[in-house]
């Protein structure tokens, strides 16, 4: 499938997508956006266990573009609304995991995209920045969540509030990436990670995301309902009888993703 501001595609049941507007270091356009979220649904249709996103070029992403289009519109909760919302919540949504790989600065809700990764892989010389207050904004597509939840209250605002780099080793540091590597690993890292979850147990990979998602905003009760609701679920797959027989047998499971 073609885009205009992205790269996709999918072997060996991993879908890899390149935000690819390397000229402008991969600043996000409504267009990229949609196209994004298209991506993400081709992904799951097509059949991927497991998500790569990163960016082209030196940059993972910019943040909003916001030279290309001329005039910003009036209403900026609407554009957040129609193109970044639905990104983000697509994200959170999706039943296979997602690996991303921060090969450069990772800026506004270039940030956010990155942070809503499963496993999130930095290059050593990336950063973030959440440099909305430098222009005048807010916080969007998800920034303030993904960073208040993982790093917690202080650091959230100080990287709002201040709009200061943050060095993938202080984000690693500050709960924000999963692993640092050398510039030159980081594709091979961040594409060994996405091929190992495409053969795990998917269904149970996709709930657990559910899972985490419950723990970070529900009681231990309701943590322990869906708990309860998801191992219904994946007792019953055949990815489970796999398992078991696996290791009844002594064997390496050989798990298919149903």
């Given at each position: 499938?073609a885009?205009?501001?992205?790269?996709?595609?999918?072997?060996?049941?991993?879908?890899?997508?390149?935000?690819?507007?390397?000229?402008?270091?991969?600043?996000?356009?409504?267009?990229?956006?949609?196209?994004?979220?298209?991506?993400?649904?081709?992904?799951?249709?097509?059949?991927?266990?497991?998500?790569?996103?990163?960016?082209?070029?030196?940059?993972?992403?910019?943040?909003?573009?916001?030279?290309?289009?001329?005039?910003?519109?009036?209403?900026?909760?609407?554009?957040?609304?129609?193109?970044?919302?639905?990104?983000?919540?697509?994200?959170?949504?999706?039943?296979?995991?997602?690996?991303?790989?921060?090969?450069?600065?990772?800026?506004?809700a270039?940030?956010?995209?990155?942070?809503?990764?499963?496993?999130?892989?930095?290059?050593?010389?990336?950063?973030?920045?959440?440099?909305?207050?430098?222009?005048?904004l807010?916080?969007?597509?998800?920034?303030?969540?993904?960073?208040?939840?993982?790093?917690?209250?202080?650091?959230?605002?100080?990287?709002?509030?201040?709009?200061?780099?943050?060095?993938?080793?202080?984000?690693?540091?500050?709960?924000?990436?999963?692993?640092?590597?050398?510039?030159?690993?980081?594709?091979?890292?961040?594409?060994?990670?996405?091929?190992?979850?495409?053969?795990?147990?998917?269904?149970?990979?996709?709930?657990?995301?559910?899972?985490?998602?419950?723990?970070?905003?529900?009681?231990l009760?309701?943590?322990?309902?869906?708990?309860?609701?998801?191992?219904?679920?994946?007792?019953r797959?055949?990815?489970?009888?796999?398992?078991?027989?696996?290791?009844?047998?002594?064997?390496?499971?050989?798990?298919?993703?149903?």
């Open positions: 499938m885009y205009a501001t992205i790269l996709f595609s999918i072997a060996a049941d991993v879908a890899t997508i390149r935000l690819n507007r390397p000229d402008r270091l991969n600043a996000i356009t409504p267009e990229m956006l949609d196209e994004l979220l298209d991506a993400l649904r081709a992904a799951e249709a097509g059949g991927a266990r497991a998500v790569l996103l990163t960016g082209e070029g030196r940059a993972f992403s910019s943040g909003a573009d916001l030279i290309a289009g001329g005039a910003m519109p009036d209403d900026l909760g609407e554009t957040i609304e129609r193109h970044y919302n639905p990104v983000a919540e697509r994200l959170a949504q999706l039943a296979i995991p997602v690996v991303s790989a921060i090969n450069g600065p990772a800026v506004g270039g940030l956010s995209l990155a942070l809503a990764a499963d496993i999130v892989v930095a290059a050593r010389s990336s950063y973030l920045l959440l440099g909305f207050v430098n222009i005048g807010v916080p969007d597509a998800g920034a303030t969540w993904l960073v208040a939840k993982a790093a917690g209250r202080l650091k959230a605002l100080e990287l709002a509030m201040l709009g200061e780099r943050l060095s993938a080793e202080d984000a690693l540091a500050a709960g924000l990436v999963t692993r640092v590597v050398a510039d030159e690993r980081l594709q091979e890292e961040a594409g060994a990670i996405a091929a190992r979850l495409s053969t795990l147990p998917t269904v149970a990979l996709g709930l657990i995301r559910q899972q985490v998602r419950t723990a970070l905003t529900g009681t009760e309701e943590t322990l309902a869906v708990e309860r609701a998801h191992q219904r679920i994946a007792g797959t055949a990815d489970f009888c796999e398992g078991v027989a696996a290791f009844a047998t002594k064997r390496p499971p050989r798990f298919e993703g149903r």
